[in-house]
């Protein structure tokens, strides 16, 4: 902001004070340009009375180093992006190549075999050479962008673990905030012994029956002695 603008503004709000009726809320610059609070006041709260402000603070800064890790991964982004669109202009140049030499094999057959116009078939036949030597300086060029790009991308890679790293400290030690450890695989609780279906363990239980009081009885009479049925 230039010099003469600042003091026009200041102009204005000094004007501005001098039309405020009495008792009205004083006018503040600071919430025109960042914070709305008054650094040098809060500046002269006693340290006792600080501890919100500093929790609040170091929250600040956490979050500032996140926007530097963002900034950093938006980046690499983009490097990858660059790379991935030259991947793809390599593969279509190579595919016009190939197409240039099915069409370069095509004309030598042709005139071998003594088909159509010698001396059009021999102009088609050189055009189709010379695309193939433009084509493969082209494969060429993307081949070096694409060897640069790949460098360039494993360089931010790096720089991005170094910063997550980095942020990831600096957060334990100003905000108490640890990053969560991946957690470990547990063995398979082991599944309890099958028991024995309801079936199987009634085949060796007793079977108890209650007879109905003057029933017939499911046991055999006694025999009756011998020496009974002759007297």
Known sequence: MSTRTT????AATLFAGLLLPAGAPAFSLSGMFGSPVDAQLAAQVPQEKRQAINTAD?????VNQDVELAKLKEELADKQDDLASLGTKLAKSRA???QTALDIAKMEAIMASN????EDNAKILNDL??????????QTGYQRKIDAATLYVRDWTQR???KEKAVADF????CGIVAPATPAVSA???????????????DDATVITHQEPGAASDKPAPAVPESNLTN
């Open 115 to 118: 088909l159509g116009k010698l």
């Open 7 to 10: 003091k026009n503004l200041v």
């Open 96 to 98: 016009s190549g190939a």
């Open 58 to 62: 170091n929250a600040v800064l956490c």
């Open 171 to 174: 957060k334990a030690n100003r």
């Open 160 to 162: 991005v673990a170094t």
């Open 129 to 138: 050479k010379s695309d193939r030597v433009k084509n493969v300086e082209e």
């Open 188 to 202: 398979a609780p082991a599944m309890p012994a099958t028991s024995a279906t309801p079936a199987a363990q009634n």
